[in-house]
T-cell receptor, first 114, second 110 residues
Framework: LAKTTQPISMDSYEGQEVNITCSHNNIATNDYITWYQQFPSQGPRFIIQGYKTKVTNEVASLFIPADRKSSTLSLPRVSLSDTAVYYCLVGDARGSSNTGKLIFGQGTTLQVKP | DADVTQTPRNRITKTGKRIMLECSQT?????MYWYRQDPGLGLQLIYYSFDVKDINKGEISDGYSVSRQAQAKFSLSLESAIPNQTALYFCATSDRGEQFFGPGTRLTVL
């Protein structure tokens, strides 16, 4: 499975837009890009998933360039409650292959300040 | 009620003891997973199961075993607990898409 690289930590202020970029140079043709959010002592929670171009839902947007070697999670107008660890994963979580395994990296710790 | 439940939520045990962590889900998913998380690190996959008769090792299966008693139940056992198995353990389920995680079990091995 493709390895991902993302910043260890980021700081932001309430109301700002936050962009977290993830590198995945060895992404395979069948791989999807998925982002999870984790609060302390809780299980990760799915945020968004995409394959190419742009995906938007009620909490975030995901931008994926044509070469798919990186992706950017965009959180609009963050609040204090968005302080969490954000994980970027690439793999066959869509079930297009027979594993469905998720490989987690260290994630990006986002600290939102008042 | 939570879709994915784990018991116990916290457990302190001694080196050499056998421990079982249990996971139940009401989502009707075929796929279930066990992960462990060490402080400041991401989750590592221990075992995963695609149905009752299909069990697969993950990245760090040594020292662990699992049992899929039914579609809704997936148990993780530590045969002989050791201190470096002290961690937060998560169960997850999926239906070929996103994974849904339980609240976790905090295990301390003294």
């Amino acid at each position: 499975l493709a390895k991902t690289t993302q910043p260890i930590s980021m700081d932001s202020y309430e109301g700002q837009e936050v962009n977290i970029t993830c590198s995945h140079n060895n992404i395979a043709t069948n791989d999807y890009i998925t982002w999870y959010q984790q609060f302390p002592s809780q299980g990760p929670r799915f945020i968004i998933q995409g394959y190419k171009t742009k995906v938007t839902n009620e909490v975030a947007s995901l931008f994926i360039p044509a070469d798919r070697k990186s992706s950017t999670l965009s959180l609009p107008r963050v609040s204090l409650s968005d302080t969490a660890v954000y994980y970027c994963l690439v793999g066959d979580a869509r079930g297009s292959s027979n594993t469905g395994k998720l490989i987690f990296g260290q994630g990006t710790t986002l600290q939102v300040k008042p | 009620d939570a879709d994915v439940t784990q018991t116990p939520r916290n457990r302190i045990t001694k080196t050499g003891k056998r421990i079982m962590l249990e996971c139940s889900q009401t989502k009707g998913h075929d796929r279930m997973y066990w992960y462990r998380q060490d402080p400041g690190l991401g989750l590592q996959l221990i075992y995963y199961s695609f149905d009752v008769k299909d069990i697969n090792k993950g990245e760090i299966s040594d020292g662990y075993s699992v049992s899929r008693q039914a579609q809704a139940k997936f148990s993780l056992s530590l045969e002989s607990a050791i201190p470096n198995q002290t961690a937060l353990y998560f169960c997850a389920t999926s239906d070929r898409g996103e994974q849904f995680f339980g609240p976790g079990t905090r295990l301390t091995v003294l």
